[in-house]
């Protein structure tokens, strides 16, 4: 298994609260990858890194915000989450921009 | 711009038949494509990928899949479905394209039930 984890794995939180989820890897891969994963909608890309301090919007970024200081960490933060956030967060890594993604457990999120 | 259509939200066979589940892409470049399979409550795990390589690519637990330029198609498939291959499968293209990182399109899943 790719050494990828992801934190929480469940949270539950309120509408208007800041919400912090990290995904931590162990494999030294320059591209991280935020995913929301919803019934009906598949998996959409939120933002993405292709190295330190270098990130990029996806296709479903509004409301989202990501940081990366050192290889092994990429955060996806909601700054003030809304119900429309509820999902399941896949955070996926990648050695090169085209090779193949190595996917996290996932992270539930439920806002009420 | 690249895409992915997967033909059937949801295959249902019996155990030990072949399985069959549909994938066909667009994209301007020669893309790399894969299969992934996702169980419940999981992450994504890699069946296969296609990198230019050989046209027929063999992946885990039986599965393979067959590249066809001419039909851009990627289809799935195996000879006998055993009940723990019942999950979501999702066709996977990247190409280069211009950006660093925002290559990859998913396929919104086929839903595989193996019955008894």
């Known amino acids: 298994d790719a050494g990828i984890t992801q934190s929480p794995r469940h949270k539950v939180t309120e509408t208007g609260t800041p919400v912090t989820l990290r995904c931590h890897q162990t494999e030294n891969h320059r591209y991280m990858y935020w995913y929301r994963q919803d019934p009906g909608h598949g998996l959409r890309l939120i933002h993405y890194?292709?190295?330190?301090?270098?990130?990029d919007k996806g296709e479903v970024s509004d409301g989202y915000s990501v940081s990366r200081s050192k290889t092994e960490d990429f955060l996806l933060t909601l700054e003030s989450a809304t119900s429309s956030q509820t999902s399941v967060y896949f955070c996926?890594?990648?050695?090169?921009?085209?090779?193949?993604?190595?996917f996290g457990e996932g992270s539930r999120l439920t806002v009420l | 711009a690249q895409s992915v259509t997967q033909l059937d939200s949801h295959v249902s066979v019996s155990e030990g038949t072949p399985v069959l589940l549909r994938c066909n892409y667009s994209s301007s470049y020669s893309p790399s494509l894969f299969w992934y399979v996702q169980h419940p409550n999981k992450g994504l795990q890699l069946l296969l990928k296609?990198?230019?390589?050989?046209?027929l690519v063999k992946g885990i637990n039986g599965f393979e899949a067959e590249f066809k330029k001419s039909e851009t198609s990627f289809h799935l498939t195996k000879p006998s479905a055993h009940m723990s291959d019942a999950a979501e499968y999702f066709c996977?293209?990247?190409?280069?394209?211009?950006?660093?990182?925002?290559?990859?399109?998913f396929g919104p899943g086929t839903r595989l039930s193996v019955l008894p």
């Open positions: 296609y990198t230019s390589a050989a046209t």
């Open positions: 890194s292709y190295g330190v301090k270098d990130t």
């Open positions: 996977v293209v990247s190409d280069p394209g211009d950006n660093y990182g925002q290559n990859f399109v």
């Open positions: 996926a890594i990648s050695l090169t921009s085209t090779g193949e993604l190595f």
